[in-house]
């Protein structure tokens, strides 16, 4: 039942989001991602995976309006890898410190999962398309990689707890017990969440820096082309602000 219901809410939300692309106009924007982490804390590795595959598979098929190969390809294997990873993180021995561990490690291998089997499995291999130099696909497997990570990290860290704490309350008998100790008994550590945030954050400043001072800017002009450069310098200045801004308020304000 766990799955199932992983599954039908991942879906939906990936859905609501599934038309918001990346500078490159493939790869969605997905906040969802906080349904199968959600579901990692309270339930375990396995509803968190397979749900997750689950409903991005049907998300993107719905969205295509067929089953979406690209999905089977990359998208399935990914999302599962990384929900199993965060349910089984955090099942051992759940505190907020594992969480945010969880949370930062789940996104980067996920994303670098699906990014990589999206773009040479199934652009390259499967479609034949994206005639591009080695050197300029990798950079996009490590761009998509990043976007999703900029866009979902946000999400997982400021509103998975308070759902957590949420359903700790309300459904006590389904939540695991040290769940219950840390989600209740005990305050977020501000300290914690807030350098979870920072850190991205300024890296996304120093990358958006690099792509309009540097070679960097070049390359990405000749791979790619001028409205992608831009689209691509606006994601990390605009989320490097973002996660700053957040990183400074999660520190700051006490309630």
Known sequence: MATAL??????????????????????????????????????????????????????DSVKHGYLYEGSLIAAVPGNFIGFYLFGHIVKRKFTWGRFVLASNLTLTIANLIVAALYIFMFKVLYLGQLALPFDALMFLVIGLTIWWFVTMLPFVLLVTPPLIRAIAYAFPAVVPEDVKTHSIQEELPRRTFSLALLLPGTIMLLMGIATSHTALGTFLLGSFGALTRDLIQLMFYGSGIVMLILGLSVLVIKK
Do not use: D, E, K
Request: a positive charge; glycine letters at 14%; charged letters at 0%.
């Open 6 to 59: 992983c599954a039908g809410l991942y879906a939906v939300g990936s859905y609501l989001t599934a038309y918001i692309p990346s500078p490159w106009g493939f790869g969605q924007f997905r906040p969802a991602v906080v349904i199968p982490s959600l579901f990692a804390v309270i339930f375990g590795p396995i509803p968190s995976g397979v749900g997750a595959a689950l409903g991005t598979l049907i998300a």
